[in-house]
């Protein structure tokens, strides 16, 4: 089924524009808002959180929920290969990994395989102590 055409809005575009901005880093709609409160700009957190989930339903940004006690975050990542691809949380400063390998296809064929179990690795996250915490 095709997605509906959306309104190319003003605070469509800025909040785009902050996520690329944000490449690759894992951002909440608070802390947008935030960013747009320092710069001046009124865009209301329920205007920040609908625009958000548009720009997921048309695959440009990617929503992650890492447990029940955080918020969202989304990502902007251009090359994001979802084939090979988790993300990892450090349960020690909640530090946020995004993890590219292919070795992540051999896991999941091992799995596949072995386990009659098939990955997302979109919806993927490892929980552990990152290397900062580690320390």
């Known amino acids: 089924m095709a997605q509906p055409l959306r309104y190319h809005t003003k605070h469509r575009q800025q909040i785009l524009e902050y996520a690329k901005k944000n490449q690759g880093k894992h951002i909440t709609a608070a ?3 935030e960013y747009f409160r320092q710069q001046g700009k009124s865009i209301g957190l ?3 959180y609908r625009q958000l989930e548009h720009l997921v339903e048309e695959g440009l940004l990617h929503k992650y929920i890492t447990d029940s006690t955080s918020s969202a975050c989304f ?3 251009e090359q994001c290969n979802s084939a090979h691809c988790i993300h ?3 349960i020690r400063c909640g530090a946020f990994i995004h993890v590219e390998c292919s070795h992540l296809e051999d896991w999941n064929l091992h799995l596949q395989q072995n386990h009659r179990f098939q990955l997302d690795f979109g ?3 490892l929980y552990g102590v990152c ?3 580690a320390l």
């Open 88 to 90: 990892c949380k450090c």
């Open 131 to 133: 290397e900062n915490c």
């Open 46 to 48: 329920a205007t920040i």
């Open 75 to 77: 990502e902007y990542r």
């Open 31 to 33: 802390q947008m808002c």
């Open 123 to 125: 919806r993927t996250m």
